[in-house]
């Protein structure tokens, strides 16, 4: 039995809708690809296996974003983990290649691997054009997952960018293969909500990859499902983090994305994380609108932005489907074993959806 999407099973975060697929490939141009890595069982013998793991890609247009790059921003709540990147996207407010995510001991392979996919594309990076630094974050799937391995290579990279399409797998796909969320099977969600404004209409689309969380912590649309399923059968000592990516193609600055990325952390406080000492929670938000082009009028163009006081929808849609992402994360995840006996289940679905009936939350 294929396991439902939270909306799908009646379970919704908010009244804005959503777009048509309820992805972050509702954003136009926007697409996602995974590659995902399963091998062996059994005892950990650290540089052969059990694998769990692999790396997902975020495109946030279909051209090149070395030429074309967009406006991006971050922002880490809690910093306990890695964005590579990150000194360039807040110096210059741009995002100029894929975004990636995948495990903490591969993001040196991601990085030089994604370059080296960026050079195909464009002779002139490195001679008389501009250097490439990539965008790569990451969350230790460890206990899941031979990490000590470094099993994540080249092709993986490749693939992932070479298979980016508009239908994203979620669940254990990609980087969020060997990842555990409040103690359940977590990974890959996404969601997305179409918002109107005074300066028009738009789409806000999240894509989360989770490893954070106590079970006792998990909230649902308020509903204390954690606390009510039980302490589950197997849980980490450790609560791991979340990466969190915002696209929209609202025209908004770099620093109106900052504001957006700040508020993926309300999607996540709804949720129930506390946000852990371990726990690096960060975020990354891009605009596909107002396009740069690096070697055209030195990179600047004419800009229309909203103002401030109308980004207030944006705001809501970007708390209201980082939450439904997360969640989605969790219900489309399978039970999955890995090293040395390690079990991440799977929320059970049948169990959470009666909780939240009894406490009338359910849309039918």
Known sequence: MTRPRAREAGIWFGELPTGPRNMITDVPG???????????????????????????????????????????????????????????????????????????????TVSEATIRYMLKDNPSAGIVGDTIIPIVSECDDSYLNDARGLHVREEHVFAAIDGASSDVKEGAVGGGTGMTCHDYKGGIGTSSRVVSTRAGKFTVGTLVQSNHGDWSELRIDGVP????????????????????????????????????????????????????????????????????????????????????????????????????????????????????????????????LRIMSEHNRLRR
């Not at 090149?64 to 406006?71: G, I, T």
């Not at 700040?262 to 994380?273: F, M, Q």
């Open 30 to 108: 926007v697409k996602v690809g995974h590659s995902t890595i399963i091998k062996g069982s059994g005892p950990l013998a650290p540089g052969e296996g059990p694998v769990r793991t692999g790396v997902t890609a975020i495109l946030p247009h279909e051209g090149s974003l070395y030429e074309k790059p967009v406006k991006g921003a971050y922002f880490d709540f809690n910093g306990c983990g890695g964005l590579g990147g990150a000194l360039q996207i807040r110096e210059f407010g741009l995002i100029d290649s894929p975004i990636m995510l995948t495990n903490t001991m591969s993001m040196g």
């Open 225 to 352: 499902v954690g606390s009510l399923l039980g302490d589950p059968d197997s849980k980490r000592t450790e609560h791991g983090s979340i990466v969190m990516v915002v696209g929209t193609d609202a025209p908004v600055s770099s620093r109106q994305l900052e504001r957006l990325a700040r508020r993926a952390i309300l999607g996540l406080a709804v949720t129930g994380s506390a946000s852990h000492n371990g726990s690096g929670d960060i975020v990354i938000s891009f605009s596909t609108a107002n396009v740069h082009e690096r070697y055209r009028h030195n990179g600047l163009v004419t800009e229309h932005l909203m103002l401030d006081r109308d980004i207030d929808a944006l705001f809501r849609a970007t708390v209201d489907s980082t939450a439904e992402s997360i969640v989605n994360s969790l219900f489309k995840a399978e039970t999955m074993s890995g090293r040395d006996g390690h079990v991440s289940n799977a929320l059970p679905i049948e169990e959470t």
